[in-house]
């Protein structure tokens, strides 16, 4: 939605769409049922005013063409009172083809330009729709499926275009050739016009009223799954509406006949002027019929055009752009939650985080751990500004990042790689330049490279013109994240969150992704989601998440060294690569080989401590105690962070 803002008009493609008023968007809450919308006849004239004219031309050939169709029961009746008077010399006269031409052309007319102007307006609203929903926050996805955002780009605009097409033809001719044909009745016979008028009024409406519970029924009957007796109720309702149908216009017809006979015959009317009757009562009550049918499209046209136009105006409440930003030159990337607290939109009585602090310093690695569902991809999600923070505050540098612009945050500050890397249907050249759109290709090369992606890129027969498939299906899970990777990296980013970004890769192809993992963290400040331990050894600091809390139970210190030492020797604190760590029953399971209880000093006396590769293990109960970057004899506590 770039370049599309309120108040000014926006281009997609090579369609110009023009901007409605936007409200602030207000998270939905599914638990509640959402009120039905109401057409916004302001915002559909934005759509409609470009239109005006071609639209305006319509209406006029439309009315045209309905006079027209007026005049045929009126010709009808002189061509008869001409045969039946046997002035066969005036007959060509009313037969001449040259007089229909005009009434052709002009339906061809309006035809033509109602179908232009609907697709015009009906191309221009889905546009619109889709910038909208591209300006969304991840809330509003959140609370909306997608299957229902999809159906309303598709079906609802459908519905809406043809409605509003068969509105202004149906509903101009059907209206001016009702009107007019009264006009002809009346002028021909006031008297049978009066009783004309006393009849089908009565019949329109009770047949009006027999087809709303007819479609009802049938709406019933597509929806129920045992259809067998609803169907036959249907039916036998069909059978008795056609044929009253039938019998009441017979009864019309008859009754027309035999009061302008007795007109006929006191020669009050001439036999033309009765067949022109017949004529122009019959096109009457098509035309009352198509109007009582047409009621019924303008409620369901009404009803998807308020679907499109409802998430046309809102405005989300993580705005896309806006806000202040920090000299590139003094970014240092320290990142502080300050007493954080968060719900999810759509379950507002459930917070995640619960008065959570944090400290990542400037070019440090803090890795967040702890058990599925703790909050730690919701961290992340913070940070990244997809959502806003129910209480406390999130600072940069310390600037809170509310106040910073998103597109720069989330374009130029914070490299972002999760799980399941989202990679589109192009080239792997394309792919990676997402991340700078403005990227050369030298660019390009060189993050691939210090991801650890040019060499298997390289291998392929048309190497960066690769094309990956949809979602990079044509790729092993370990070279899409690699490609994620070099794409996170080509805007150069002062922090690099990594969300699980190895958890579902096997062991040949985690080694190599987090080897690019940490060539890349070199410099940067860098959030780990993770939970295998294993993605966290390079970490400077550890913070173990349970609960939407920083964990504070006395637990034992870690220290994380890979090929140090102390691995599997008695005295494992001579480690000298220290992060800190609290470790909580959670982690402590997940690191003894014991399960989560210390064993007794006579466990291991006299034999080698076993710990997991990579980690150095010291344990309280072993004498001196290393925690943090000193030693104790107590229970560690998890200290202020460097």
Known sequence: GEGWEPGTWGRMGEATVPAVPVVPGVPTDPTQPRPEPVFDWPVFWAFLRPQLLALSAAVVLALGAALLNVRIPVLLGHLVNVVARGAQSRLAGYLRPPARFPQG???????ALLSRVGEQ???????????????????FYDANRTGQLVNRLTADVQEFKSSFKLIISQGLRSSTQAAGCIVSLYLLSPKLTGLLL????????????????LRSLSRRAQEQDAVGQLSQRLGLGIAAFQGLSNLALNGIVLGTIFVGGSLMAGNELSPGDLMSFLVASQTVQRSMANISILFGQVVRGLSAGARVLEFMTLEPKVPLRGGASIPSHSLLGHIAFNHVSFSYPTRPGHPVLRDFSLSLPP?????????????KSTVAALLERFYEPTQGSITLDGHDISSLDPSWLRGQVIGFISQDPVLFGTTIMENIRFGKPGASDEEV????RLANADDFIRSFPEGYGTVVGERGTALSGGQRQRIAIARALLKDPAVLVLDEATSALDAEAERVVQAALERAARGRTVLVIAHRLSTVRAAHLIVVLQGGRVAEVPGVGVSMCAGAAGVGSARPHSCTTKPTVLVTPWLHQALSPWGPEPPSRSAHHGSPLSAPPGLCVAHPWDGATEVGRGRGTGPPTLTSFP
């Open 105 to 111: 052309l002009l339906t061809f007319g309006y035809i």
């Open 121 to 139: 307006v009906a191309a221009s609203m889905r546009k619109a729709l889709f910038i909208s929903l591209l300006r969304q926050d991840v809330a």
């Open 198 to 213: 006393l009849v089908m009024p009565t019949l329109v409406g009770a047949g009006a009223l027999v087809g709303s519970f």
């Open 363 to 375: 070019g440090k690695t803090v890795a967040i751990v702890g058990p599925s569902g703790g909050g």
């Open 445 to 448: 090369y060189a993050a691939a």
